[in-house]
Structures are given as structure tokens and as C-alpha cells.
């Protein structure tokens, strides 16, 4: 971007403006006399750590909420937006972290959802979302439920719903988390292809590297206020790094928990995955973990990681014929459901923690008291809030969980800390055996180190540990072994010192 240009771009009227915008909750400030502005044509990077006040910020914008305090400007004139159908017709959308599509809808549907005529008829609605789908090089069938498809297809549906309607400012609230690489580079075509059309883009995401690839200028939030707003071009990670977490110190990614030299033996075989089969997700996959072990699954979206950790803890079922054996320190097991795999002491940590992971309308104490008592240690009959609270207080401060008020909901609270109260409503089970499915998801820099720790300190405890994850340097942090994943099948198995990047790529493409 040069000089010139850059002069004449903050000459323009900004789209979106917030002058001294507040929000607060229940007396707690979630951001605080914030200022912000979004050009015309901008792509525009929004970071900050769990809990910066990055969503609430871009709420504000979509419409979803209201500013305590502070001015909310679009074209130069104030608005108060009541809902998002209202900033919608405004030209404001926000494709939210969390998907919001209706499950038993299709997928054309969804994409209609709001835009219905007095009669509508399916096909219409059907070959125009082909060709939007098609346009976007999104492989998604539109007469398929919801329902049935995988995270990243959601996000997928999500992003077409809002190139649909046409929205001339879209807010991107980590829209990369479930994609691949190769469908981040469709994606980030996508966003130029808008951004060269006049559309204005806020970019929310925890992946900085992305954030400076993408983005125009880059802003940064810290404990709900600005500290910085600067053209991208004279950013790079360390600075953003710096700016986001202040004087605190990080650890270095592949370097959490213990050193690899200090690390325990391995114990006993746990776990046993014997031939096992469902339909075409799973083919004859096997492999085996140990105590005192993390094992790392990596592997394509769609190559069957996801599918054998929920056949694993009874979410899923395999096949009734010919569908393999499962061993659990040396029992067959096949859980019909997973309050089964929860009594025996098998965990699996969802990736999608909206839909599978906490009550949203609970806090954080109901939510991993209720954990509890799922499990027969836990039950009793009469309700005790010294207990409740007391677990709470534990898993709160192991976790570092942080939150504007422990009375306040779930749904709430940032993603990283959603992320934390899921893990926390998993390990107060006490399991023997933990599976995280994609554990940093929607994580700030500052709590993956702390995730990461968590990791090998269940590890350390004697605990089997499965890390299934899309990001290549988090498997080769936490992992003992990696196992690669691919149609189905277990098809390379690395001990840590010896896996590179371009190995577990290899082994997952070709």
C-alpha cells in the first residue's frame, strides 16, 4: 500500500465509526471508551485475546447489542440499531465463530432464511444457491439438512448466507477455524473479490498470521480497550503479540508443558482400536494409546479424526458387521451411548462447543457441577452449593478461566473461556482416557499455552491423552506420537522428535 494511498484512504468517511463506545455488564466494563473506524474497501483485522472485548465490539456494530455509553455511527449519521435484522437491512452482516443456521433446514434454505416471498418454491431457492455456492468454489450440496454437515461446511453456508444478502460491511468472526488450507486460500480470494467490489470488512481471528495477510489495518484491544490501531503493513506478529498480552510472557509455541527430554515413560496400553469401520467416514482404522502418553491426530478435514473419537465415546456407532474392536485396558467396549464412555472414564472434548459443549443459559458453576454429577461419584440426591462452589472455584482458577461475572451465562462469556468451562465439565469427571477435539479452536494466543500446559499435565498424571487438531504446530507441541489421518484410515505414525510439518502433510495428501 503506498504513501499516497494511504494519505487519501483516511481522508475518506468511514462506514462504521464508534466514538467512546462502552459496554457494560452488570458493572463490569467489556469494553470501555473504545474508538474505532472501517473505511470503504477495507478489509480491516479486529485482535485481542479472549475476553479483549472483540466480539462485544462487533456485536455492537452488527446490531446484536446496544452501547452503554459512546456513539455508534454508520455513513457519518448515528444509528441504534435494535436488532440484526435491522443493521441487516442496513447493509451490516456478522458471521458469527459460532454457527446460527436452523439444523433442520437445508442448506438453501438457510441461505434464504429472512428473504422468503409470499410463495416460494424450492427449486428456485435450490438452483440459486447451487450457483452462490459454486461461485464461492464451496462444495456443498443446497438440499442437505443443516444437520448433517460437518463444522466447516456450517462456516461455509454461513459465508455464502452473507455474500447473498449482499451486504455491503461484513463482520468475520474467526472464519478460518474449520476451513483447510486450501479452502483459506479460496477464502481469502473471496475476501479481496469483496473487498475490490467496495464491500467494507471487519476480520476477527486468533490466527495472526492471517490477520496480517489479509487485512489493511489492524486493531488491538486489551482488557476491553484500544492499544493500538496501525496500517498492517508496519505490523508483524511480535508487535501484535506484545500489543495484545502487554508485559506478560508467552510461551513458545512447541515448548509448553514439559521439555520433551523431561517427559515420563510411557505406561500401559489404554486404549485399543482394532479394524474399526462406519460406513465411508471410517475404514479399518487402528491404532493404540498409552498412560502417561498425548497422542496426536492429524489429518484433512473429512479424514475420519473427528468420526473415531465420537465412535470412541459412544456419539457415534460403528459398524454392526465387520466394524471392528474396541479395547479398553484390554475390555471390548461399544457404548451405545456416551454416558457409557463417561462412567468408564472416557472423555471427548467436542469441537464444537456450542452445539455439544455447555447449558448456555447456565453459568459456570451450574455447568461443571452438573458435569459432576453425571458421573456416580458425583450423584447424589440433595443439591449442595458449597460443593457446587467449591468445584467451581478449583477448575476456575486451574483453568484461568476468566469471566465479567460468575453469574453471568455461558453464552456470554468469549470463546476461550467457553472453550475452558468445556474442558473443565470434562476433566471434574475424573477420565482416564481424555480426547480433545480441536482444543485451541477459537483460542487466543495468551490461553493456548494454558490449554497446552493442561494438556501434559493430564499426561503427567498418568491420564491417555488424544489430541485430534487442524493446526500443525499445536500437534507437534503437545504429542508424544502422531498418528496422520486420511479417508479413513491411519495412515503414518511419527514419534515426536521425528515428525516435521511437510511429513504430516505428505503423509495427509498423499
Given at each position: 500500500m503506498?504513501?499516497?494511498k494511504?494519505?487519501?484512504?483516511?481522508?475518506?468517511?468511514p462506514?462504521?465509526?464508534?466514538?467512546?463506545?462502552s459496554?457494560?455488564?452488570?458493572?463490569?466494563?467489556?469494553?470501555?471508551?473504545?474508538d474505532?473506524?472501517?473505511?470503504p474497501?477495507?478489509?480491516?483485522?479486529?485482535?485481542?485475546?479472549?475476553?479483549?472485548?472483540?466480539?462485544?465490539?462487533?456485536?455492537?456494530?452488527?446490531g446484536a447489542?446496544?452501547?452503554t455509553?459512546g456513539?455508534?455511527?454508520?455513513d457519518?449519521i448515528?444509528?441504534?440499531?435494535?436488532?440484526?435484522?435491522?443493521?441487516?437491512?442496513?447493509?451490516?452482516?456478522?458471521v458469527y465463530?459460532e454457527t446460527?443456521?436452523?439444523?433442520?433446514?437445508?442448506?438453501a434454505?438457510?441461505i434464504?432464511?429472512?428473504?422468503?416471498?409470499l410463495?416460494?418454491?424450492?427449486?428456485?431457492?435450490?438452483?440459486?444457491?447451487?450457483?452462490?455456492?459454486?461461485?464461492?468454489n464451496?462444495?456443498i450440496?443446497p438440499v442437505?439438512?443443516v444437520?448433517?454437515?460437518?463444522t466447516?461446511?456450517r462456516?461455509?453456508?454461513?459465508?455464502?448466507r452473507a455474500v447473498?444478502?449482499?451486504a455491503?460491511?461484513i463482520i468475520?468472526?474467526e472464519?478460518?477455524a474449520?476451513?483447510t488450507p486450501e479452502e483459506?486460500?479460496?477464502?481469502?480470494?473471496?475476501?479481496?473479490?469483496l473487498k475490490?467490489?467496495?464491500?467494507s470488512?471487519?476480520y476477527?481471528?486468533?490466527?495472526?498470521?492471517?490477520?496480517?495477510?489479509?487485512?489493511d489495518r489492524?486493531?488491538?484491544?486489551?482488557?476491553?480497550r484500544?492499544?493500538?490501531?496501525?496500517?498492517?503493513?508496519?505490523?508483524?506478529?511480535?508487535k501484535?503479540?506484545?500489543?495484545m498480552?502487554?508485559?506478560r510472557?508467552?510461551?513458545?509455541p512447541?515448548?509448553?508443558?514439559?521439555?520433551?527430554?523431561?517427559?515420563?515413560p510411557r505406561?500401559?496400553?489404554v486404549?485399543?482400536?482394532?479394524n474399526?469401520?462406519?460406513?465411508n467416514?471410517?475404514?479399518?482404522?487402528?491404532f493404540?494409546?498409552?498412560?502417561?502418553e498425548?497422542?496426536?491426530i492429524?489429518g484433512?478435514?473429512?479424514?475420519?479424526?473427528?468420526?473415531?473419537?465420537?465412535?470412541i465415546?459412544?456419539?457415534?456407532?460403528?459398524?454392526?458387521?465387520?466394524?471392528g474392536?474396541?479395547?479398553?485396558?484390554?475390555?471390548?467396549?461399544r457404548?451405545?451411548?456416551?454416558?457409557?464412555a463417561t462412567?468408564d472414564?472416557?472423555?471427548?472434548?467436542?469441537?464444537?462447543?456450542k452445539?455439544?459443549?455447555?447449558?448456555?443459559?447456565?453459568?459456570?458453576?451450574?455447568?461443571?457441577y452438573l458435569?459432576?454429577l453425571?458421573?456416580?461419584?458425583g450423584?447424589?440426591?440433595f443439591?449442595?452449593k458449597?460443593?457446587r462452589r467449591k468445584?467451581?472455584d478449583?477448575?476456575?482458577?486451574?483453568l484461568?478461566?476468566?469471566?465479567?461475572?460468575?453469574k453471568?451465562?455461558i453464552?456470554?462469556?468469549?470463546?476461550?473461556?467457553?472453550?475452558?468451562?468445556?474442558?473443565?465439565k470434562?476433566?471434574?469427571?475424573?477420565?482416564?482416557v481424555?480426547?480433545?477435539?480441536?482444543?485451541?479452536?477459537g483460542?487466543?494466543?495468551?490461553?493456548?499455552?494454558?490449554?497446552?500446559?493442561q494438556?501434559?499435565?493430564?499426561?503427567?498424571?498418568?491420564k491417555?491423552v488424544?489430541?485430534?487438531?487442524?493446526?500443525l504446530?499445536?500437534?507437534?507441541?503437545v504429542?508424544?506420537r502422531?498418528?496422520?489421518?486420511?479417508?479413513g484410515?491411519?495412515?503414518?505414525d511419527?514419534?515426536?522428535e521425528?515428525?516435521?510439518?511437510?511429513?504430516?502433510?505428505?503423509a495427509?495428501?498423499?
Amino acid at each position: 500500500m503506498s504513501a499516497t494511498k494511504t494519505k487519501s484512504d483516511h481522508q475518506m468517511q468511514p462506514v462504521v465509526e464508534i466514538r467512546g463506545g462502552s459496554k457494560i455488564y452488570d458493572g463490569v466494563h467489556a469494553i470501555s471508551e473504545v474508538d474505532f473506524t472501517l473505511l470503504p474497501g477495507e478489509i480491516h483485522a479486529l485482535t485481542g485475546e479472549n475476553g479483549a472485548g472483540k466480539s462485544t465490539l462487533s456485536k455492537v456494530i452488527a446490531g446484536a447489542i446496544n452501547l452503554t455509553h459512546g456513539e455508534h455511527l454508520l455513513d457519518g449519521i448515528t444509528v441504534n440499531h435494535k436488532s440484526p435484522r435491522q443493521a441487516l437491512d442496513a447493509g451490516v452482516c456478522m458471521v458469527y465463530q459460532e454457527t446460527s443456521l436452523v439444523p433442520t433446514m437445508t442448506v438453501a434454505q438457510n441461505i434464504e432464511l429472512g428473504n422468503e416471498k409470499l410463495i416460494n418454491r424450492n427449486r428456485k431457492i435450490n438452483i440459486k444457491a447451487q450457483q452462490l455456492l459454486q461461485s464461492l468454489n464451496f462444495h456443498i450440496d443446497p438440499v442437505t439438512p443443516v444437520a448433517l454437515l460437518g463444522t466447516a461446511k456450517r462456516q461455509m453456508v454461513e459465508i455464502a448466507r452473507a455474500v447473498y444478502n449482499k451486504a455491503r460491511i461484513i463482520i468475520f468472526d474467526e472464519p478460518t477455524a474449520s476451513l483447510t488450507p486450501e479452502e483459506i486460500v479460496h477464502f481469502f480470494n473471496l475476501l479481496r473479490n469483496l473487498k475490490n467490489s467496495g464491500v467494507s470488512i471487519i476480520y476477527i481471528s486468533h490466527a495472526l498470521e492471517e490477520s496480517l495477510q489479509i487485512s489493511d489495518r489492524i486493531t488491538v484491544l486489551r482488557d476491553g480497550r484500544k492499544v493500538l490501531c496501525a496500517l498492517t503493513q508496519d505490523m508483524d506478529r511480535d508487535k501484535l503479540v506484545e500489543a495484545m498480552v502487554g508485559s506478560r510472557k508467552l510461551t513458545t509455541p512447541g515448548r509448553t508443558g514439559q521439555a520433551k527430554s523431561n517427559r515420563p515413560p510411557r505406561g500401559a496400553k489404554v486404549l485399543s482400536v482394532e479394524n474399526v469401520t462406519m460406513g465411508n467416514m471410517v475404514k479399518n482404522m487402528s491404532f493404540s494409546v498409552y498412560a502417561n502418553e498425548v497422542v496426536g491426530i492429524s489429518g484433512l478435514i473429512g479424514s475420519g479424526r473427528t468420526e473415531i473419537a465420537k465412535i470412541i465415546s459412544g456419539a457415534e456407532k460403528r459398524n454392526i458387521i465387520n466394524g471392528g474392536t474396541i479395547k479398553f485396558h484390554g475390555k471390548p467396549i461399544r457404548y451405545r451411548v456416551p454416558r457409557q464412555a463417561t462412567k468408564d472414564g472416557i472423555a471427548y472434548i467436542t469441537e464444537d462447543r456450542k452445539a455439544d459443549g455447555f447449558f448456555e443459559t447456565m453459568n459456570v458453576d451450574e455447568n461443571i457441577y452438573l458435569a459432576k454429577l453425571a458421573t456416580r461419584p458425583g450423584w447424589r440426591i440433595f443439591f449442595s452449593k458449597a460443593e457446587r462452589r467449591k468445584l467451581a472455584d478449583y477448575w476456575i482458577q486451574r483453568l484461568n478461566i476468566m469471566a465479567l461475572n460468575r453469574k453471568s451465562t455461558i453464552i456470554e462469556y468469549s470463546g476461550g473461556n467457553q472453550q475452558k468451562v468445556v474442558i473443565a465439565k470434562s476433566l471434574v469427571q475424573e477420565p482416564s482416557v481424555v480426547i480433545f477435539d480441536e482444543p485451541t479452536r477459537g483460542v487466543d494466543v495468551g490461553a493456548i499455552p494454558q490449554i497446552h500446559e493442561q494438556i501434559r499435565q493430564l499426561a503427567a498424571e498418568g491420564k491417555a491423552v488424544v489430541v485430534i487438531s487442524s493446526y500443525l504446530p499445536e500437534v507437534l507441541a503437545v504429542s508424544d506420537r502422531i498418528l496422520v489421518a486420511k479417508l479413513g484410515r491411519i495412515v503414518a505414525d511419527f514419534p515426536s522428535e521425528e515428525a516435521t510439518e511437510d511429513k504430516i502433510m505428505y503423509a495427509a495428501i498423499h
